[in-house]
């Protein structure tokens, strides 16, 4: 049987909605025993920092707003995700360029690298999602 292909998410918005999403599909992803790459750059980086760091989502909720709300229809939140992920074997990556950018240092257990690196580390097969 073939190995499952990577499933590599680049987080470039900053938007609750968005990374919430981008989170929830890589938890999927794990679930069903794909490896996952998630790439945070630019705004994304935001997201290294927290739900309390996310930009509103679009209709204008605010991230922790926006999040009680999920949590009270039943959805996994933003820590339970990120959890999940960490539980999973995900990686996590930050851009070096975005975090200059964006003025983030990346937390412990987060891998700094390049588009470059992100790439080789996915491989040639992966499919990529951006958000």
Same mark, same amino acid.
């Given at each position: 049987?073939?190995?499952?292909?990577?499933? @590599?998410?680049v987080?470039?918005? @900053?938007?609750?909605? $968005? =990374?919430?999403?981008?989170?929830?599909?890589?938890? @999927?992803?794990?679930?069903?025993? $794909?490896?996952?790459?998630?790439?945070?750059?630019?705004?994304?980086?935001?997201?290294?920092?927290?739900?309390?760091? #996310?930009?509103?989502?679009?209709?204008? #909720?605010?991230?922790?707003?926006?999040?009680r709300?999920?949590?009270?229809?039943?959805?996994?939140? *933003?820590?339970?995700?990120?959890?999940?992920?960490?539980?999973?074997?995900? $990686? *996590?990556?930050?851009?070096?360029?975005? #975090?200059?950018?964006?003025?983030?240092?990346?937390?412990?257990?987060?891998?700094?690298?390049?588009? =470059?690196? *992100?790439?080789?580390? =996915?491989?040639?097969?992966?499919?990529?999602?951006?958000?």
């Open positions: 049987m073939a190995e499952p292909r990577t499933l @590599g998410i987080i470039q918005s @900053g938007r609750v909605d $968005r =990374v919430h999403y981008a989170l929830l599909f890589a938890v @999927g992803a794990a679930a069903v025993g $794909r490896p996952v790459v998630l790439f945070f750059t630019m705004a994304g980086c935001k997201a290294l920092q927290g739900l309390c760091a #996310l930009l509103p989502s679009e209709d204008g #909720l605010a991230a922790p707003d926006y999040d709300d999920l949590i009270a229809k039943g959805i996994a939140g *933003f820590d339970e995700l990120w959890e999940s992920l960490e539980a999973l074997g995900a $990686r *996590f990556q930050a851009c070096d360029s975005g #975090l200059i950018a964006s003025g983030i240092q990346a937390p412990k257990g987060v891998e700094v690298t390049g588009v =470059v690196g *992100f790439l080789a580390d =996915v491989g040639a097969e992966a499919q990529l999602l951006w958000v």
